[in-house]
């Protein structure tokens, strides 16, 4: 008999992506028209752009979350005509921003349904008790619902969810918005652990350009849903007269 722990699947390691002619309308003219990008297997890319600039719609495109015509490419293997689950089991994670975590459930069983295609029985455990490592303030909540965390500790819960699948890529929306700037660098510090260590290659859309240029090992920026900077991270931190233009400081 076929049992969920028979479906559970193999370990990832770090997928490359490769997105090619990205068109992404809601109805009216594109957000994205024919977008074209690449992130090597355990690449940090930081996903800048103002307010507008098509951050959001790329990633959801990329989770299969709104209609897209172009190619995505997961490895090998190409995503694009996939449901956002089946893109899910092929190890793609994406955290979206605002509220993601499961408000009825405790913290332990949100990190167990984000285990639940990847582990069975000991396997999940070690995943859960790596996540309680990682985020001290959820080992202390694991009993509490989800809507009695704060924001932190809810974003602390949506990344630990996606870690425990041990995505192949993992994607973030603003993962920093309204955190304090500890709860933001322990985040960073917890992204680029997983790129670093465990090879998760990560595409990271935030406003917090600082942070995010800080782990990044490359940075695009985004204007009105085209591509206007593609380039090492240092480069763009330094940069200022594309951040005055594109980044707003
Ligand atoms: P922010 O940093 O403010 O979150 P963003 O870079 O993530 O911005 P998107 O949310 O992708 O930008 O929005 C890109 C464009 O698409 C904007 O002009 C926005 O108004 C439009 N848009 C986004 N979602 C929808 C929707 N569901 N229906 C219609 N237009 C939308």
Redesign the pocket.
């Known amino acids: 008999m076929n049992t969920l722990a028979d479906a559970a699947a193999p370990a990832a390691v770090g997928a490359s992506l490769r997105v090619r002619g990205l068109t992404v309308g809601?109805?009216?003219a594109p957000?994205l028209a024919g977008l074209d990008l690449a992130l090597a297997p355990g690449e940090i890319v930081a996903l800048l752009?103002?307010?507008?600039?098509?951050?959001?719609?790329?990633l959801?495109a990329l989770a299969g979350l709104?209609p897209a015509t172009g190619s995505v490419r997961l490895d090998d293997a190409e995503i694009a005509g996939l449901r956002t689950e089946q893109r899910a089991r092929r190890a793609f994670a994406l955290v979206p921003?605002g509220q993601s975590v499961v408000a009825e459930l405790t913290v332990d069983e949100n990190l167990r349904l984000g285990a639940l295609w990847r582990h069975r029985g000991a396997a999940r455990e070690r995943a859960v008790a790596e996540v309680y490592d990682l985020f001290e303030p959820l080992a202390r909540r694991r009993g509490s619902a989800g809507h009695q965390l704060s924001g932190g500790e809810r974003q602390m819960l949506a990344l630990g969810r996606a870690l425990v699948a041990e995505p192949a890529l993992l994607a973030l929306?603003?993962p920093s918005l309204g955190l304090a700037p500890l709860v933001v660098a322990h985040l960073m510090s917890v992204l680029q652990d997983a790129a670093r260590r465990r090879g998760v290659t990560v595409l990271l859309?935030e406003?917090n350009v600082t942070g995010a240029l800080s782990i990044a090992d490359r940075g695009v920026v985004?204007d009105l849903?085209r591509i206007v900077a593609d380039a090492p991270a240092a480069a763009l931190a330094a940069d200022t007269s594309l951040r005055h233009a594109y980044l707003g400081f």
């Open positions: 809601y109805g009216g957000v752009g103002a307010n507008g600039a098509g951050k959001t719609t790329l959801r709104v921003d929306d603003e859309a406003q985004l849903g």
